[in-house]
């Protein structure tokens, strides 16, 4: 449609609204209540616009001619239109720098001013304010409004990580509407009515994962990060763009940073990933990074006692005790979430020492690169039929944001020349969702439960059984029988359903996490339901960048040199980075023994207790480098400048040992291993857009490697992925606040009958790993099972624990 | 020149004989110092007692020098430090970064920082000119220096100039 | 053959009250009473007929909403999309809140029957089968009776399935509002009813594509519908011979304020002000200087002979400069100060935003109304007068629904209109007429 704003015409699609319209023509309105992803509602009025059109003759059906001009009649509104909420039409102009728009504008900013605090300066937002920016640009200058503002409650604690200045809100309803259409927990409205109306809960907190994301987009300090609360002013901040290593998707975010510390994480872009959204988790785990236990010097063993030294010293060490072994005696273990670069380290290490005894860890049984159509994240959220086997809110929570937007039945926004459109007409407040294209199956009733349309609680252990029966009956190899579909939880008749649903949708989605890639059957299955069915799969990685890191091997070179093994003997000596191996008894018993232990990490544990050497390790938020998220996607890793002493990422560990050992090996630093990266990939990770870069779909799994199969097919204890990282949880104040201790829950009935009560605090070991938690009744459990997170030294798995074991904390201290 | 160019010369000399000198003995004597002299910097408080300052961090942002660092953090309600939500917990500057320039002055929207007259700043180590709130709050007087110097000897501190009254000086007393 | 004269006065003999008829009669709200004075005998005939047919019916008689917007009735009936299996409603919009407006009241308390008659009339011919009384929440008697009339007809069978063997199904559900004027306008009612907070919603879509849970929903206000007993009763010609060119039927009139007897009149569209004031209502018990045509929302007039002759109808009060509205009538004492009396509806309007847009939440509700709050203590300064009226420049148009603009209405009908005492109060600290205390405090 051709439309005009001010002089410039332009040719936009039909249903864009008239301030993308505006935008896209290089003009400007102010506005606060439209927000990228939401639907617009007119409620600011700050994007008042002259608008007309011309009209068609109601008999004739020609265009109305203007006889002075002979071209078609503009027969303008007669009120100045909000332009987010008006679509646009053929011919239409828009007028935005008419005296009567600015004064319109200029009289709005007023109002909105007029209950508005004005307390910037002690006012986390200033300097980053749209009220701010918007009343500069577009206000008079100075107010008539004589009289006492409002006043309301300045610190009101939303939760432990949200306060809320009800003075400084402006009722844009960024906040209430992102809650409905976003996530779809409604746990925020406004109470009372005029001006006297309020943003506010009636439950205490906000029970919603993604509970952050407000205080992004608030257009004013009204919702503010309680972490950042008045460390530092926006243009203080050092902003990194870089992507969070929390989870296997690998969200945008900007890292905020001032004298050497992280003082907050925002979300930032990735229209292909997390749109504009993070989870808690994300946001607000960061607060470890600064404590100050904090790892930050080279640490050697000397008469049994760790003594700080310095990089060289420790290689030098290091190169002494290697010296003495022979080849293929070193074992090198990494984090998943250790970045290609660091991989590329580890390998080209492993090759200088002569050893195949190399792998990352947490590693599932099975590979986490689909054999079969990959799905993308985009792909899910224009998905019309969905089948989820897990917790994807736990295990990578945007998953579950972008399941939701498939809901919606709303494509992803086309992007505009201005970016994402700032009001998406096709999105309405309160939409109806499409929740019979989502079906979740899960041992145990979980969150994005509340928005399926079909759910299934399958006993813990059965995925391999479920996923054959759905094989077999996509196949036409026999029916499901009753019986066999009342075992899994479910009826034949539902089991039909989804088959049909999925084998009769356009783009089917299979989404899979860590319950099925524990057991490499089930794995198997899954990918042969998806062929059969025509569905594309999206596996849930146990890590950021487990994907990644099987893609280039970073693996044993033979199954007895697996992490299992290289800590029960099968290594003289061991480099572990980023991972708390000691935990395990058994392990820690085997590191004894161990000529030399080299420790990577960031903070003391018990395997530094153990360690001959202890070289301090940069977190995800300082690392340079790239990982693969579960789609496939290169995304770039910036370091933020964060005072972290001498710390160094695994290529800086290799970079210190090659130079002992007098060679320059492959992934010495960054740009090295992107220059053997570059070689093999024929993709310069150093100019990664900040989208990141899809793989081409066909990458080969490259697990020939199993690990043992932890997923045993009977159990009672299920470990969890979680979206908090609970390794850190002691260190992250604000988190720990809001989510406590890990939990163990359980349902009531099995509670009772072990005379567990909520909060009770338990100690047990669970494979050889001394593990606490609090107990947690949950109806959502079902009889017979236990849910407790899983860690990264103890990664998603179906265990026995005899119930009895569950010592209280109090009583095991007395029998201690 | 003639000797009569030589004796009108002396007589200007002689002239200045008999009048008052301009030359001070500093330190000996006092400078004199005009009201709006910018030397060392204020933190105000309010008649209340409560610090003036909110720390919002604006006089850092103003300063052409950056030698203003500020950290803030929230007041404890039952024991304020400044009134609203905010003080500034660090509140430092740099005296040899600083060029005294009265930029921070104007930036403070609570009045809270005013640059004095004390200009004596002169000290040895660099730590030591890194003034905190304890050097600059209202009720502190002389520099880093000038202070320890007197505990040495146990007598006040002994500031080396006098100056007209200054309204924004609001409290402080030289 | 001349077309007959138009009825434009109550004083015709061809006048005859319809809606009002039975109100004030003892046990006129029983269905027992209902059924005897013709009770349900247009849905009979209407059940009988085309649900096109009706709205044509409609169409012709020239019914124009009585609500307050005066959207002609039939057309809007015509807005329903196709029947498509979907549920679809009719609601009718008894939170009447305006100041100055009580026709729908009596109809609710004394005549219930009628109203679920029109509903059901309305129901049929849109396809509805399901029914929304949504009544003030201030209206308990109006609610008893009402739920009681339900019940009988429900009882009696003229709710419920297959009415009148027709194979029509159709019931009403009562909903009982909060006390929020805003609920008056039909998307934020239709928020209410669906119970969320009473925020108007955007528009479009309308309500006909999607009103209450998303469904085909048409609104009407009582009156309308009671109305629509009448038109199919007694024909589209009998309620076109009634009333001016753009103005049909007949209406309720309110009339409030300094006179004899003052309350609910019907009369014929067209009647003039004189006729209501002077002949209906007894007259004015003091000097009057003002007059609201319309309930509190429309523009009000200078008590003069120019505009005591206007005619009641849509047109002639617009050519005024005001609105017929609700036809609420309200007339104001020529010592009572101006200012203070628009204060009072001031603070009404700014106690009624909902807060969802900013120049009513904060330009009215939390500006204008402490503007005028300092005018009437004696505080005004010079220049305030001018703000208000830049203020109202600012407001009027650009708010989300019609709200701001209604509250406008007497505030800047007032300064054209009495911008002298206006400029006395600010000048002297005290109002012109200093008897006017007893209203606003």
Sequence with gaps: MKVKVNDAELELKAGTSAIDAIFAAGYDVPYFCSQEYMSPIGACRMCLAKIGA??????????????????????????????????????????????????????????????????????????????????????AGQSRFVFDKRHQEKHHALSELITLDRERCIHCKRCVRYFEEIPGDEVLDFIERGVHSYIGTLEDGLPSNFTGNITDFCPVGALLDSTSRFRGRNWEYDHTRSSCLDCAVGCAITIDARTGRIERIKAARNTQVNNDWICDGGRFGHEYVDADERLKTPLIRRDGKLTPSTWEEAAAFINDKLADLGAKETGIILRADATLEEGVAAKALAAQLETGQLDHFPRLAASVIPQGVRATLNDVATSDAILVLGDVSEEAPIVDLRIKEALKGVTPPELMPHGVPLADLRLKERMPRQREILTVASPYRCDLMKHAG???????????????????????????????????????????????????AKNPVIIYGAFVLAASEASNAVQALAKAVGAKLLAIGPMANSYGLEALAVLPSHARYSVQEMLRGSAKALIVSGLDVAKDAEAAKALKELELLVVHDSFANATTELAHVVLPAKTAYEKEGTVVNLEGRYLPLKPAPVENGQSEDFCGLVKFLGETMGTRLEGRSVRSARRLLKKRLQLDLSELSEEGYLSPAKAKAASKFKLKESYELEGNLLLTPSMIRHEQLSRNAHLHAVYGDAALRLNPADAVAQDLNDGDVVAFELQGIE???????????PVGLMLLPALPEQPAALLWLEPTKLIKAAVAEVLA | MSVLDIAKGMGVTLGHLFKKPVTVRYPDEPVDIKPRFRGRHHLLRHPSGLEKCIGCSLCAAACPAYAIYVEAAENDPNDPTSPGERYAKIYEINMLRCIFCGMCEEACPTGAIVLGHEFELADFRYPDFVYGKEDMLVGTKGSKWQRREAQAKNEDVKLGFKAGPRPELEGVDY | MEAPQQITSRKDPRFKVSMYEHVGVKNSWTLSYYLGHGGYQAAQKALTMQPSEIINEVKASGLRGRGGAGFPTGVKWSFMPPVDGRQRFLVCNADESEPGSFKDRYILEDDPHQLIEG????????????????IRGEYYQGYQRLKQAVAEARQAGYLGSNIFESGFDFDVILHRGAGAYICGEETALMNSFEGLRANPRLKPPFPAQAGVYGLPTTINNVTSLASVVHIINNGADWFSSMGTDDSKGNKLYQISGSVERPGVYEMPMGASFRELIYDLAGGPTMAIKAIIPGGSSTPMLPFDDEHLDTPMDYGSIATKGSMLGTGGVILIPTEKCIVNATWNLVRFYAHESCGKCTPCREGIAGWMVKIYQKLVKGFGQEGDIELIEDMADKIRGKAFCPLADACLGPVQSSIEHFRGEYEYLIKNGKPMYSKSDWWSE
């Design chain 1, 454 to 504: 079909s759910t299934l609680t399958y006993p813990a252990g059965t995925e391999v059984e479920l996923l054959a029966s759905l094989l077999q009956a996509a196949n036409g190899e026999g029916e499901i029988s009753e019986e066999a579909a009342m075992r899994l939880g479910s009826s034949p008749e539902q089991l039909n359903d989804l088959l049909k649903r999925l084998s009769g």
């Design chain 1, 54 to 139: 011309p009209r068609k003759d109601r008999d004739s059906g020609e265009w109305i001619i203007d006889e002075q001009t002979g071209e078609p009649k503009i027969f303008f509104f007669p009120n100045l239109m909000a332009s987010c909420t008006t679509a646009i039409m053929e011919g239409m102009v828009i007028d935005t720098l008419s005296k009567e728009v600015k004064d319109a504008q200029n009289g709005m900013i007023e109002f909105t001013l007029v209950n508005h605090p004005l307390d910037c300066p002690t006012c986390d937002k200033g300097g980053a304010c749209e009220l701010q920016d918007r009343a500069y640009e577009y206000g």
């Design chain 1, 771 to 781: 593990r606490q938690a609090v107990i947690k009744r949950s109806e959502a459990v």
């Design chain 3, 119 to 134: 509903l059901l009339i309305g129901g049929y011919a849109i396809g509805a089968s399901k029914g929304v009384i949504y």
